[in-house]
T-cell receptor, first 116, second 118 residues
């Protein structure tokens, strides 16, 4: 079946601009996660959705970052007033329920964001 | 919060040799430990995982061991092949509470670049 998909695969923008990154989770998965991966590092947690609600946004670095999942499926990560330090690969993952602590997370291919 | 350390950062082996990657974690409440393989330009792919109620799990050439007392777990790849070359990440899933329910928050190691020479 289809896995997690993310669009665009690459995004180049200028400092100060606004960007949106999209994630389509595996059909039926109620849990969705966003991670950020800097060069040479492991993914770092940003936010977790359980259904439509952001259950844990403790990883968002500041208030320029925001994410939504209005219908409990597709999610959009929004970054305002982008800075060069925001350049990274943004990964999305989904899992069947998100409940409990042993739910396997499946990752998408990521969006490489470059802020010039 | 959870802290995961991974070693080595790079590993170079000859085809057919074994490769071992080790990770330690800090949160004794962590109870699920997946390993991901990431190829260039792709997202992490789950290759094997282990839950805290077992000490070892094998899947063909790949095995993972867990020592809860010492808080470390390892990935073992036998009979390595050039297509095993990639970056490998360990992760620990520590229980967190959100929205009134428990969920697991993954913390990743720094990654190991594995190169298998033909």
């Amino acid at each position: 079946g289809a896995g997690v998909s993310q669009t665009p695969s690459n995004k180049v923008t200028e400092k100060g601009k606004y960007v949106e990154l999209r994630c389509d989770p595996i059909s039926g998965h109620t849990a969705l996660y966003w991670y950020r991966q800097s060069l040479g590092q492991g993914p770092e947690f940003l936010i977790y959705f359980q259904g439509t609600g952001a259950a844990d946004d403790s990883g968002l670095p500041n208030d320029r970052f925001f994410a939504v999942r209005p219908e409990g499926s597709v999610s959009t990560l929004k970054i305002q007033r982008t800075e060069r330090g925001d350049s990274a690969v943004y990964l999305c993952a989904s899992s069947p329920t998100g409940l409990g602590t042993r739910d396997t997370q499946y990752f998408g291919p990521g969006t490489r964001l470059t802020v010039l | 919060g959870e802290n995961v350390e991974q070693h080595p950062s790079t590993l170079s082996v000859q085809e057919g040799d074994s490769a071992v990657i080790k990770c330690t974690y800090s949160d004794s409440a962590s109870n699920y430990f997946p390993w991901y393989k990431q190829e260039l330009g792709k997202g992490p792919q789950l290759i094997i995982d282990i839950r805290s109620n077992v000490g070892e799990k094998k899947d063909q050439r790949i095995a993972v061991t867990l020592n809860k007392t010492a808080k470390h777990f390892s990935l073992h790849i036998t009979e390595t092949q050039p297509e095993d070359s990639a970056v490998y990440f360990c992760a620990a899933n520590s229980p967190s509470w959100a929205g009134g329910t428990s969920y697991g928050k993954l913390t990743f190691g720094q990654g190991t670049i594995l190169t298998v020479h033909p």
